[in-house]
């Protein structure tokens, strides 16, 4: 080789090996951190939205509306309860007696999570524990169901992110099986497109919309277990006229989130929010409102 193929090659393996240190640093970096900036659709859109990433589609055809932030990994919060009811569901045998594990009540009180109030050794079916799952969103129903349907923890997070592979949520991971910010409060992520597939694949079982329509659920005391009353968290039902879904989160790091649907004048469409303003008192309903008006009238 002269002297002029010597330098060529030497070019090019400098090339290569600066490519492949640019490609390692970006896969070791947080998803926050590797997140590209919010970019809006062509388009008007609605006006006054803060939520840092969002999106808003028709729901039948899957057409996207408006979007922000389309592809930006963020912290997703109790929209992860979404994939925990989508694997319970599918998984079947609803009318199974689980018993509530004694850990759950250590478990909720270690995070400072949310919780269905359930008691330790009550006999619960699953369809029940979904309504104190989604409802309430309890980080304790959440922990009975993994725990009966991995068999055990992790290997139900394993089936959680296997199963968002076979979804198409390639921006998508699961550290745990309620969203609470654990290993770390980035570690449990997702994407406004990713999380529009997931709402779609959940809406279309009849099992999972019946849970998130409810406004509220009452079980009275019965054999082998306590009265419970759950409320739905969701701020758009009995609020905002045709809502029938899907699931609010919040924390820290993932600030107000909501999965949401609704169906007006013929039309359906699915949204959601990440990172809206608010704090962990309320639900904040105004990004979602404020997309669901512009939909509707883009769609009209």
């Known amino acids: 080789m002269g002297t002029r193929g010597r330098l060529i090659a030497r070019a090019c393996a400098l090339l290569a090996g600066t490519a492949l240190a640019a490609s390692a640093a970006l896969g070791a970096a947080a998803p926050a951190a590797r997140a590209a900036a919010a970019v809006s659709s062509p388009g008007t859109g609605p006006s006054g939205v803060a939520a840092r990433s969002a999106a808003v589609e028709n729901a039948a ?4 509306l408006w979007s922000r932030g389309l592809n930006t990994e963020r912290p997703m919060a109790s929209i992860t309860k979404v994939m925990t009811a989508y694997l319970v569901i599918r998984a079947g045998h609803l009318d199974r007696a689980i018993t509530v594990p004694a850990a759950v009540t250590g478990y909720v009180r270690a995070h400072n999570a949310s919780s269905a109030g359930l008691r330790p050794g009550d006999r619960l079916t ?108 969701n701020p758009l039902l009995g609020r905002y006229p045709g809502a029938i879904g899907i699931k609010p989160g919040y924390t820290g790091a993932a600030g107000q989130c909501l999965l949401f649907e609704a169906t007006r004048h013929g039309h359906t469409v699915i949204g959601v929010t990440l990172h809206s303003p608010g704090s962990i008192s309320s639900v904040n309903p105004a990004d979602a409102t404020r997309i669901l008006n512009w939909a509707f009238s883009d769609l009209s």
């Open 126 to 233: 699953a369809r029940q524990l979904l309504d104190a799952l989604l409802l309430p969103s309890g980080a304790d129903a959440a922990y009975a169901l993994a725990k009966a349907y991995g068999p055990g923890l992790s290997t139900f997070v394993t089936r959680m992110n296997a199963t968002a592979r076979l979804l198409g949520m390639r921006r998508t991971h699961f550290s745990n099986f309620d969203g609470l910010p654990y290993p770390t409060p980035y570690s449990n992520y997702s994407t406004a497109a990713n999380l529009l597939v997931l709402g779609r694949a959940a809406m279309r079982l009849p099992a999972f919309r019946s849970v998130v329509a409810k406004r509220s659920f009452r079980l009275a005391a019965g054999s082998g277990h306590h009265a419970y009353r759950w409320k739905n968290l």
């Open 61 to 64: 055809t899957g057409r996207l």
